[in-house]
């Protein structure tokens, strides 16, 4: 999921920034009538949506007619309105933040996955790891309280006893592991385990993705309507951003860099912007994109998906996915 919690992105100046046209080969852009639409992205600017900002820098929805606006996100700034009311053409949201909005009566679908394992972790210190979810029976883990049931859900995905586990609130924060006042956290794998990194803290990060806890995660959603309405211009925006994230992937630290350079007072670290795309790699490339193009998801994959949503206490149907602008896209 996109928004862990409302203050994931406090860490430490963790800055995950956007990208600039450094060593990204801009040419000329298509002189052709341009059409306005808006991109609302989950978070804060920063390296996490740099085939988005590649996209626009390279021109790759120029020259489909589009001029796409990058609406920041963050703690005061949700995915879900402004795509319900037409300011957003689509939106990066994930699988339980959609299935939240479609009970409440929102009429959206995710047309798009790019992150096809979900980023959230448990991390902790190599001299009391936690490799498995058997492990957190004993341990003591640092989370907010409101994410409660994602753990719940992973220990019944596992056969874990749950009221084995100590539950710490504490903030997004590494300190407190540091500190030893937990045994682990709850975070995303992409951003606290980076931050300990860099600073030179060797952490041990277990993928909840690995051990069944099957969430789409930055996702692009849609409105109905839109699908039905304005699938061209859709179709145009998915497919620069299909491109820009497969620059993204060929050359990272060119991303990172024009991430620095579109952002510049946003006080990103450059080893950290460059560590996070390293490990955004891995939840958002795979044989099944290699082979169907990115953003792809199977029936298989939804199944999974349903199950934990199920568990989770959002109950869906596989109709909350719609792959026909991918497959327009993909051919």
Same mark, same amino acid.
């Given at each position: 999921? *996109?928004?862990?919690?409302?203050?994931?992105?406090?860490?430490?100046?963790?800055?995950? &920034? /956007?990208?600039?046209?450094?060593?990204?080969?801009?040419?000329?852009?298509?002189?052709?009538?341009?059409?306005?639409?808006?991109?609302? +992205?989950?978070?804060?600017? /920063?390296?996490?949506?740099? &085939? /988005?900002?590649?996209?626009?820098?390279?021109?790759?929805?120029?020259?489909?007619?589009?001029?796409?606006?990058?609406?920041?996100?963050?703690?005061?700034?949700?995915?879900?309105?402004?795509?319900?009311?037409?300011?957003?053409?689509?939106?990066?949201?994930?699988? #339980?933040?959609?299935?939240?909005?479609? !009970? !409440?009566?929102?009429? $959206?679908?995710?047309?798009?996955?790019?992150?096809?394992?979900?980023? $959230?972790?448990? *991390? /902790? +210190?190599?001299?009391?790891?936690?490799?498995?979810?058997?492990?957190?029976?004993?341990?003591?883990?640092?989370?907010? *309280?409101?994410?409660?049931?994602?753990?719940?859900?992973?220990?019944?995905?596992?056969?874990?006893?749950?009221?084995?586990?100590?539950?710490?609130?504490?903030?997004?924060?590494?300190?407190?592991?540091?500190?030893? =006042?937990?045994?682990?956290?709850?975070?995303?794998? *992409?951003?606290?385990?980076?931050?300990?990194?860099?600073?030179?803290?060797?952490?041990?990060?277990?993928?909840?993705?690995?051990? &069944?806890?099957?969430?789409?995660?930055?996702?692009?959603?849609?409105?109905?309507?839109?699908?039905?309405?304005?699938?061209?211009? @859709?179709?145009?925006?998915?497919?620069?951003?299909?491109?820009?994230?497969? =620059?993204?992937?060929?050359?990272?630290?060119?991303?990172?860099?024009?991430?620095?350079?579109? $952002?510049?007072?946003?006080?990103?670290?450059?080893?950290? !912007?460059? =560590?996070?795309?390293?490990? !955004?790699?891995? @939840?958002?490339?795979?044989? @099944?994109? #290699?082979?169907?193009? $990115?953003?792809?998801?199977?029936?298989?994959?939804?199944?999974?998906?349903?199950?934990?949503?199920?568990?989770?206490?959002?109950?869906?149907?596989?109709?909350?996915?719609?792959?026909?602008? +991918?497959?327009?896209?993909?051919?």
């Amino acid at each position: 999921m *996109t928004r862990l919690i409302m203050s994931r992105r406090h860490l430490m100046g963790m800055g995950l &920034g /956007s990208l600039g046209a450094l060593g990204l080969g801009l040419g000329p852009r298509v002189a052709r009538a341009q059409t306005n639409v808006a991109l609302q +992205l989950s978070w804060l600017h /920063s390296v996490q949506f740099a &085939g /988005s900002y590649i996209a626009d820098e390279r021109g790759f929805w120029a020259e489909r007619g589009l001029n796409v606006r990058l609406d920041s996100g963050g703690p005061n700034a949700p995915v879900e309105p402004p795509v319900v009311s037409g300011t957003a053409l689509v939106g990066i949201s994930a699988a #339980d933040y959609t299935a939240a909005a479609v !009970q !409440q009566g929102a009429p $959206f679908r995710i047309i798009a996955v790019a992150m096809q394992n979900n980023p $959230f972790a448990i *991390t /902790s +210190l190599p001299d009391n790891p936690v490799n498995s979810p058997a492990d957190l029976e004993g341990k003591r883990i640092g989370m907010a *309280t409101a994410n409660t049931p994602v753990l719940r859900t992973l220990a019944t995905l596992n056969d874990v006893d749950f009221d084995a586990i100590t539950i710490i609130p504490t903030q997004y924060d590494a300190a407190p592991l540091i500190a030893g =006042e937990v045994d682990c956290l709850l975070t995303w794998s *992409t951003d606290i385990p980076v931050s300990m990194s860099v600073r030179g803290i060797e952490a041990t990060v277990m993928l909840m993705a690995d051990f &069944g806890y099957t969430l789409h995660s930055q996702t692009y959603i849609a409105t109905d309507d839109s699908i039905a309405t304005r699938r061209a211009e @859709l179709v145009a925006l998915i497919a620069g951003e299909v491109q820009g994230w497969e =620059e993204y992937r060929r050359d990272l630290e060119a991303a990172t860099d024009l991430t620095l350079a579109r $952002f510049p007072d946003a006080g990103l670290d450059r080893d950290t !912007q460059l =560590e996070q795309a390293r490990r !955004q790699v891995p @939840l958002m490339f795979s044989d @099944l994109t #290699d082979a169907n193009g $990115f953003g792809w998801w199977t029936d298989e994959t939804v199944a999974q998906n349903i199950e934990t949503l199920d568990l989770l206490g959002m109950p869906v149907s596989a109709d909350l996915w719609d792959r026909s602008i +991918l497959e327009e896209v993909h051919g």
